[in-house]
């Protein structure tokens, strides 16, 4: 099999020399050239014909978001961002998310090796990704304003036999999760069932990225809070960093995070919700996985529909890395497989509908 052929970016020798060393660590991965601003990294590309690119924010002369916006509308390619600011400046993530970037990590501003060293199975997961990524229509933009989507459902969502509180979906998500999620989202009532996300993302973004969603959302959209009550008409996002899981308390059904180790060398990770969804919830479920890199939440997801869970996956066409939903499908846990636009309809089709067979 091939190697993916990485061209680095980045103004600082140090952080060049670094990344190189890290991802030289991965034998699918090869360095094929570096950069230190983005005309040479124009030139570089021409020359190397990488299949992603890492790129630094913050470069002499035009600075990596311009470049990005020019590379996305000329020469399209999956775009990691790698920048202190990415960390501190969530608008500027957002922007580069909203430009095409396919992930962002944050680099470190002090003790750069240590801490680089120390992100290297996350920097190499990511980078891989995105070496698997689909790049969509250039002219897409992240969350800029409401959508002008007319809401699926103008009645109260209620089950057959069943109050729209009883009922929780859960979604999955991983790269290009933040485009799939709007699309899922933005179209359902201000009264549907309560909706459990986990997002895997790092944990300075996850409260902004919730605020996001929440002004274009006709659901309310907030980052999750132990002992949040779920409940119809809520969206809760997980944070990033911790793990979150739903149990029962009586007649309902709150939010608790933990800090117990990685799983899939993530956390929050998709299969610890589900497997929480599956006891704590049962058939009173729905499961949802999108479009991500790896096979967290297909064993959650096959959990859930044991326990009598209806669940859905994202098509391939649709998905900017089919890795997700693909080992999800692989391992049974999948009732239907939709592209990520046909899913809202799908939901409510199923929650007004009961669980027919």
């Known amino acids: 099999m091939s190697k993916i052929k990485v061209l680095i970016v980045d103004d600082s020798a140090l952080v060049r020399k670094v990344l190189k060393e890290i991802l030289s660590e991965d034998e699918t991965l090869e360095v094929v050239g570096t950069a230190t601003d983005a005309w040479s990294a124009m030139q570089r590309i021409k020359e190397l014909k ?50 095409g970037a396919v992930d962002v990590i944050a680099k470190p501003t002090l003790d750069v090796r240590e801490k680089l060293d ?43 036999g069943r109050g729209v509180d009883e009922v929780i979906i859960a979604i999955g998500a991983s790269t290009g999760g933040t485009d799939a999620l709007q699309e899922v989202l933005i179209p359902l009532p201000e009264n549907s069932p309560a909706i459990l996300v986990v997002q895997h993302m790092l944990a300075q973004f996850t409260a902004p990225f919730a605020q996001r969603l929440d002004r274009v959302c006709r659901m309310r959209v907030k980052e ?38 990685m799983v899939h060398r993530v956390r929050p990770s998709v299969d610890v919700l589900f497997h929480s969804m599956a006891t704590q919830v049962g058939r009173q479920g729905i499961g949802v996985i999108l479009t991500g890199m790896g096979a967290d939440g297909a064993e959650g997801l096959l959990a859930m529909k044991r326990a009598g869970a209806r669940t859905v996956a994202q098509d391939e066409a649709s998905c900017i890395v089919f890795g997700m939903p693909k080992m999800a499908i692989k391992a049974g846990g999948v009732d239907q497989v939709l592209p990520v636009t046909e899913i809202p309809g799908r939901l409510l089709a199923l929650v007004d509908g009961g669980h027919a067979p």
């Open 224 to 261: 999750a809070e132990g002992g949040d009550r779920v409940q119809a008409g809520t969206v809760l996002v997980a944070p990033g960093g911790r793990h979150m899981v739903v149990v029962r308390e009586g007649d309902h059904h709150v939010v608790q995070m933990q800090d117990g180790p």
């Open 50 to 99: 990488p299949d992603v690119l890492t790129l630094d924010i913050v470069m002499p002369g035009m600075d990596g978001l311009d470049f990005l916006e020019r590379l996305m509308k000329s020469n399209p390619m999956p775009v990691v961002m790698v920048s202190t600011l990415t960390g501190q400046d969530t608008e500027q993530t957002f922007r580069a998310l909203a430009l």
């Open 118 to 160: 120390g992100m290297s199975e996350q920097i190499i997961d990511r980078v891989k990704a995105a070496g698997h990524a689909r790049i969509k229509n250039a002219a897409h933009r992240f969350l800029e304003g409401p959508k002008a989507v007319v809401p699926l459902l103008n009645r109260p969502v209620v089950a057959a």
